[in-house]
């Protein structure tokens, strides 16, 4: 279940709804208190009232992985604009009682069409990438890459009944070959934290020194 990862696609129907009705202002709503949800983020904090602009949220949303930012931005994403998202990118939105199915490699997908700008536009989409690049959850895929290579990238957190799964995906900006990585653990979150870092580092030792003299 993609849990947290799904804020990143509502995030880009949040833009294309923005793109389409050529909207070039950020939008401001006021927090109702169905939004307030204080499991990820403290934007709840502010209460009832509060008003932000939607761009902040959207930020807000994949830095803090923040559920109440996520919801204010609910009232302007329709089901067309989520259609646009899934049809341009080529994956079914496989939606169910618990949340949206997806796997490490159509995520990739959704990376690739901001990286590549294939559904927004060049600005709408480095923006998104520019939000990914600050996550505040810097304990998995980035815990592999020196601190001086940019990463963008969504974390998510699925728990159920005992089940369990840490989802880290991102795109690792080394120079002249930046790569994607996208990995989910079927775990507790210790385990995923160090299968994750193992696994970042040794992709990232072996696409930073190819080609290298030996």
């Not at 050529?22 to 009832?48: C, H, P």
């Not at 089940?163 to 385990?191: F, H, T, W």
């Amino acid at each position: 279940y993609s849990a947290s990862l799904f804020k990143l696609p509502v995030v880009m129907a949040y833009f294309k709804h923005k793109e389409k009705n050529k909207i070039n202002y950020d939008i401001k709503e006021k927090l109702t208190s169905n939004m307030l949800d204080s499991r990820y983020g403290n934007l709840w904090i502010r209460g009832v009232g509060y008003e932000i602009g939607l761009d902040e949220a959207a930020k807000l949303a994949l830095t803090d992985s923040d559920n109440t930012a996520i919801n204010a931005l609910g009232p302007y994403i329709s089901s067309s604009d989520f259609n646009d998202v899934y049809n341009a990118i080529d994956i079914d939105l496989n939606l169910t009682s618990n949340g949206v199915i997806s796997t490490a490699k159509s995520y990739s997908s959704i990376l690739k069409s901001l990286f590549f700008s294939a559904l927004l536009s060049k600005d709408d989409s480095q923006k998104i990438l520019s939000y990914l690049t600050e996550s505040k959850f810097n304990d998995k895929l980035t815990a592999g890459i020196p601190s001086g290579v940019t990463v963008a990238h969504k974390i998510g957190v699925y728990q159920n009944a005992g089940d369990k799964a840490y989802s880290d995906c991102g795109i690792v900006y080394v120079p002249n070959r930046p790569y994607m990585l996208c990995m989910i653990s079927k775990s507790d979150e210790q385990m995923a934290r160090e299968r994750m870092k193992a696994v970042s580092q040794t992709v990232y030792d072996y696409v930073s020194s190819a080609d290298k003299p030996k």
